[in-house]
Nanobody, 121 residues
């Protein structure tokens, strides 16, 4: 069992930056693949970024490549999402997730409650 709590969301102007954090409760954090997803109003939840349990592999949605960076610190049971050059279309609730699936975009078993990111133009 893994409990996830996100933080770091907020209101930022276009072109600005935010760093999201997700702290996990549970001893097995370092064995889980971690991912960030987002859901905008009226849209389905979509994959944003994923990172392997050893942090030796990452994956990104095309829409965020070159602007977002996912990282993790297993000693702190925390995964991060550094978001730069934010655009209004990045506005969404951002969720972190933990799983042991083989695909970065699916196979997540645990989800956080989400943190709101709003980018103004």
């Amino acid at each position: 069992q893994v409990q996830l709590v996100e933080s770091g969301g907020g209101l930022v102007q276009a072109g600005g930056s935010l760093r999201l954090s997700c702290v996990a409760a549970g001893r097995a954090f370092s064995t889980y693949r971690m991912g960030w997803f987002r859901q905008a109003p009226g849209k389905e939840r979509e994959f944003v970024a994923g990172i392997s349990w050893r942090a030796d592999s990452t994956a990104y949605a095309d829409s965020v490549k070159g602007r977002f960076t996912i990282s993790r610190d297993n000693a702190k049971n925390t995964v991060y999402l550094q978001m730069n050059s934010l655009k209004p279309e990045d506005t969404a609730v951002y969720y972190c997730a933990a799983g042991r699936g083989s695909d970065y975009t699916t196979g997540y078993d645990y989800w956080g409650q989400g943190t709101q990111v709003t980018v103004s133009s």
